[in-house]
């Protein structure tokens, strides 16, 4: 990924804006998202780029998206995404396209996962997650519970069961991913904290 990280949209300035408006400090934002105030604030200081997961929750715990967390504009939601239009964004080894108009209740993206990645890591959160796989083999953690999805598989769950994805081969896994989006900041109040990664 590291010839595309220069193409990068910058994250770091709309974190912090974000955050402000969202009425929220460093402190308690961290909190939310199960980081510490420093890496937050690396983060928002473009020391340090966030894993996609991570900008999930941080769209969440903000009451946005993950375009607007990018600095992405859209003049007039379309409701056609046409493959030419999808650029690739990349956050944590992930790459990802926006695959539906943003701004509204959901998000659709297609996402690319290498094997071993760094996005790796156990999320908590309100909200419902679709996924299917096309390409590879997902390693999906609900729970307790481990599943291996294959192309053509797809799993629909509830945020608030921890979950985990990873690619289970060497090419890495891709995937349609359909996630609820919490447009309140208030939403941080409910979340739950990001853990760890899985041994």
Do not use: N
């Not at 900008?55 to 903000?62: D, G, K, N, P, V």
């Not at 690319?112 to 390693?139: A, F």
């Not at 739950?192 to 899985?198: A, D, H, S």
């Amino acid at each position: 990924m590291s010839s595309s990280e220069a193409e990068l949209p910058a994250v770091a300035p709309q974190l912090r804006s974000l955050r402000r408006r969202a009425g929220l400090t460093l402190e308690a934002a961290a909190r939310s998202a199960g980081l510490s105030p420093a890496h937050l604030s690396r983060l928002e200081t473009g020391r340090r780029q966030p894993s996609l997961p991570m900008l999930l929750a941080l769209a969440r715990i903000y009451g946005t998206t993950v375009s607007e967390l990018l600095g992405e504009t859209v003049t007039d939601p379309d409701a056609i995404v046409r493959a030419a239009d999808m650029e690739p964004t990349g956050a944590g080894g992930w790459t990802y396209w926006q695959a539906g108009a943003p701004g509204g209740g959901m998000q659709a993206l297609r996402v690319r996962v290498p094997y071993g990645s760094q996005g790796d890591i156990v999320r908590v959160h309100p909200g419902e997650e679709w996924l299917y796989v096309l390409k590879g083999r997902l390693g999906l953690r609900l729970g307790d519970t481990a599943h291996v999805l294959a192309p053509g598989d797809s799993a629909h769950f509830d945020s608030l069961t921890p979950h985990r994805l990873a690619a289970e081969d060497q090419d890495g896994v891709e995937l349609l991913f359909v996630h609820t989006l919490l447009q309140s900041p208030t939403a941080a109040l409910c979340l739950g904290p990001i853990t760890g990664e899985l041994p």
